[in-house]
């Protein structure tokens, strides 16, 4: 099992393009989420899911959509790319616990490093 | 939303002695604390948790410790190591699903 992968692992974008992060797991969790990590700021959400068709916002959704089609696949798109979504983005996969306390243990991909000139 | 606070940001300890980072969170409704720990370049990797009837947890050089009362929890490495130089995230979880992350630790093990 691979569990998390993310394509591409760096990027370089113009304003105003668009693009799609991808992010894959082959563990079967119901739960998978998008974070950006910023210099001083630690991980902050963009979006999760919490299965097949189920998406939720984040702490910092705006200028991101999101889908899920799958279980296995969460894709992170963004519609029009700024400078301010410079960052280092990480998908996470998770499964509920169900041994009678609910919490969510969740594993990093590996990221993907974006820069929006 | 929850606000997690982390401090120090920077921590350097001699190789051999403990280290502690300490986080505070708003939410009394946050139920799940993980700690990870990110070496450069790398993925943040989960390194212990504790939930909220749990008031201390370790493993190895590694322990935690929680007070619900004051909303604080605590990451003690002990007979630190050159590699457990990294840094290290606090996150609490006020749902099953959402973690809300400290901005990090920069720990540096002295030789």
């Known amino acids: 099992n691979a569990g998390v992968t993310q394509t591409p692992k760096f990027q370089v974008l113009k304003t105003g393009q668009s693009m799609t992060l991808q992010c894959a797991q082959d563990?079967?969790?119901?739960?998978m989420s998008w974070y950006r990590q910023d210099p001083g700021m630690g991980l902050r959400l963009i979006h999760y899911?919490?299965?097949?068709?189920?998406?939720d916002q984040g702490e910092v959704p705006n200028g991101y959509n999101v889908s899920r089609s799958t279980t296995e696949d969460f894709p992170l798109r963004l519609l029009s790319a700024a400078p301010s979504q410079t960052s280092v983005y990480f998908c996470?996969?998770?499964?509920?616990?169900?041994?009678?306390?609910?919490?969510?243990?969740?594993?990093f991909g590996p990221g993907t490093r974006l820069t929006v000139l | 939303g929850e606000n997690v606070e982390q401090h120090p940001s920077t921590l350097s300890v001699q190789e051999g002695d403990s280290a502690v980072i300490k986080c505070t969170y708003s939410?009394?409704?946050?139920?799940?604390f993980p700690w990870y720990k990110q070496e450069l370049g790398k993925r943040p990797q989960l390194i212990i948790d504790?939930?909220?009837?749990?008031g201390e947890k370790k493993d190895q050089r590694i322990a935690v410790t929680l007070n619900k009362t004051a909303k604080h929890f605590s990451l003690h490495i002990t007979e630190t190591q050159p590699e457990d130089s990294a840094v290290y995230f606090c996150?609490?979880?006020?749902?099953?699903?959402?973690?809300?992350f400290g901005a990090g630790t920069t720990v540096t093990v002295r030789a």
């Open positions: 899911s919490v299965g097949a068709g189920i998406t």
């Open positions: 504790i939930r909220s009837n749990v």
């Open positions: 996150a609490a979880s006020p749902n099953d699903y959402k973690l809300s």
């Open positions: 996470a996969m998770g499964t509920h616990r169900s041994s009678g306390s609910l919490y969510n243990e969740q594993f």
């Open positions: 563990m079967n969790h119901e739960y």
């Open positions: 939410d009394s409704a946050s139920n799940y």
